[in-house]
């Protein structure tokens, strides 16, 4: 588009900055329309599944610790209950990742394990004992919590009592 031979400079500079003006607003729009909503674990519902997994583990004098991750597996909330070995951080966040990342609880590796599979260890990030749940919303995965400091079954029971803590998944 050519400018009029009649336009002041200063009138040519103003249609040049609304052009832009306007072509930097359709820019926008199209960007914006690119997002996608989705849902994740919020603080809130993180601290009320650990409140209902240690409430599990202290009515069956369990210590235990309890991680609960976000749909980008990055840790949200860690509960370390008293007397919990060491360990447990590291594994009870590992069985949580698990969880997120295969979308199916950890057991799953150890079931596979168990039955002559052992080369799944070799796979990245895989902590393929019982005790990670993925939290589903939507039919989505948007977390997931991971318990340890019993039993296998002890850690998954604590896990399921949070899970639980939702309502109906």
Do not use: Y
Request: glycine residues 10%; positive net charge.
């Amino acid at each position: 588009m050519t400018m009029p031979k009649m336009m002041s400079p200063k009138m040519k500079m103003l249609l040049t900055f609304a052009i832009a003006i306007s072509l930097f607003g359709v820019g926008v729009r199209n960007a914006s329309a690119q997002f996608v909503e989705k849902k994740t674990v919020s603080l809130v519902t993180a601290k009320k599944m650990a409140a209902a997994a240690e409430a599990e583990a202290t009515k069956n004098n369990w210590s235990m610790v309890i991680s609960v991750l976000d749909d980008g597996g990055n840790l949200l909330l860690l509960e370390r209950m008293d007397g919990t070995q060491l360990g447990s951080i590291e594994v009870s966040q590992g069985k949580a990742r698990t969880a997120l990342q295969f979308k199916r609880p950890s057991k799953a590796f150890q079931d596979l394990i168990d039955k002559d599979q052992q080369h799944l260890i070799t796979l990245g990030h895989i902590t393929g004992v019982q005790g990670g749940l993925p939290i589903m919303a939507e039919g989505k995965v948007v977390g997931s919590i991971g318990v340890s400091g019993g039993t296998s079954a002890q850690d998954e029971q604590c896990a399921q009592a949070g899970l639980n803590a939702l309502g109906a998944q």
